[in-house]
């Protein structure tokens, strides 16, 4: 999912009506603003739902490192299903979902998710809702910069700039 918003941000919806059930935060994104999201949302009686395309958070400070060849790719990269597991212990549960979010209805509070493999619809109803897709690079407009510059967002980026420099 694409967005050009580098912030989190959350409905400001009061908790659900029924207190006996679990508040439901959908935290779409797997960048910093969203681990920290679900660092603080992992609490009892919340049940939280993690969206991204992306399996992994990817510590991008290290991404230079691992262009050059100080450290492997994998070692700036963390599983999600590892950091959603750990909140899972506090939280009434934690789950992580491999898919792009592509609609969100905030009058019924859901949000329409589609999986990379089959193209699978899923809607996700909430309670709150973190937005924390994070953003692309920016060109600046300068001309040509967008297709030859090389950046430093994605594990991908990394992997470019290492092949080179070989």
Not at 28 to 35: D, F, H, P
Not at 56 to 84: D, N, Q
Not at 93 to 99: D, E, I, L, M, Q
Not at 104 to 113: H, Q, W, Y
Request: glycine share 4%.
């Amino acid at each position: 999912s694409s967005s050009s918003s580098n912030s989190s941000s959350s409905s400001n919806s009061s908790s659900s009506s029924n207190s006996s059930e679990p508040e439901k935060i959908v935290i779409l994104g797997s960048g910093w603003a969203a681990l920290s999201a679900l660092r603080k949302c992992a609490s009892p009686d919340k049940s939280i739902v993690v969206v991204s395309p992306r399996p992994h958070f990817l510590y991008t400070p290290l991404l230079a490192s691992s262009s050059v060849g100080t450290i492997t790719l994998r070692s700036a990269c963390e599983p999600l299903r590892a950091l959603v597991e750990r909140a899972a212990e506090t939280a009434t549960s934690a789950t992580f979902v491999r898919a792009d979010a592509r609609e969100i209805d905030t009058v019924r509070k859901t949000v329409l998710a589609t999986t990379d493999s089959h193209r699978t619809r899923l809607e996700l109803s909430y309670d709150k809702l973190v937005i924390a897709v994070g953003s692309q690079p920016n060109t600046f407009n300068i001309p040509g910069s967008k297709d030859h510059a090389l950046f430093l967002k994605e594990a991908e980026d990394s992997a470019k700039l290492h092949a080179r420099l070989r």
